[in-house]
């Protein structure tokens, strides 16, 4: 599937959220500010990629505190976690992996400002925009990196291709408001099991 512009695939994922999940619509920050990307981009030391750019001038993650999530049923960081999270995780160095996807460097994750965290559950996972790929993967690539069982695994090309694959999921059924979030009043997103 080709992948459509962000400016077409959110307003999708609005429609979708607006009638389905309306507390992780509301959860949305607006768009970052220009003194917020630049922030960003002096931790990093380099320009935004043109859609990393794009998705935070559309929107600035989902509020800190939120109980919210969206695509892969991760929180969307804003930049002023995605910065903490960058600053911790170079104290880190590298994680050894016992498996990467083809395109990933495979001895090791390293935690550098090549590796953007994008999104996280808080706790096992995160997922990173990746300008460090080997030579089968492509810059801009979208890797979750699971820490216990120190796995990285190649999840899109780019955010453009994420977010429109998001937008076809939702609108095809493939997630739904998880049953035990439900029953509290929180609107928490999981994907459906595909059957065997």
Not at 22 to 28: E, F, G, N, R, S
Not at 58 to 86: C, E, M
Not at 101 to 123: A, E, L, Q, V, Y
Request: net charge negative; aromatic share 10%.
């Amino acid at each position: 599937m080709s992948s459509e512009t962000l400016s077409k695939s959110w307003p999708r994922i609005h429609i979708w959220l607006k009638k389905n999940a309306p507390q992780i619509y509301d959860a949305l920050n607006p768009p970052a500010t220009g003194t917020e990307i630049e922030k960003l981009e002096s931790v990093i030391g380099y320009k935004l990629p043109r859609d990393l750019y794009e998705l935070y001038k559309i929107h600035n993650g989902i509020k800190s505190r939120a109980i919210a999530n969206l695509v892969y049923g991760l929180q969307f960081l804003p930049i002023s976690d995605v910065i903490t999270n960058i600053e911790l995780q170079l104290h880190y160095g590298k994680l050894p992996l016992k498996h990467a996807d083809p395109g990933i460097k495979s001895d090791s994750f390293d935690f550098s400002t090549k590796r953007i965290p994008i999104g996280d559950d808080c706790s096992t996972c995160t997922l990173y925009v990746d300008l460090e790929a080997d030579k089968n993967g492509s810059n801009g690539q979208i890797v979750l990196l699971e820490y216990d069982s120190k796995s990285a695994f190649l999840r899109s090309p780019s955010i453009t291709n994420m977010y429109s694959q998001f937008a076809s999921d939702l609108e095809s059924g493939k997630y739904a408001l998880e049953e035990g979030a439900k029953e509290d009043g929180i609107d928490f997103l999981e994907m459906k099991k595909e059957p065997n």
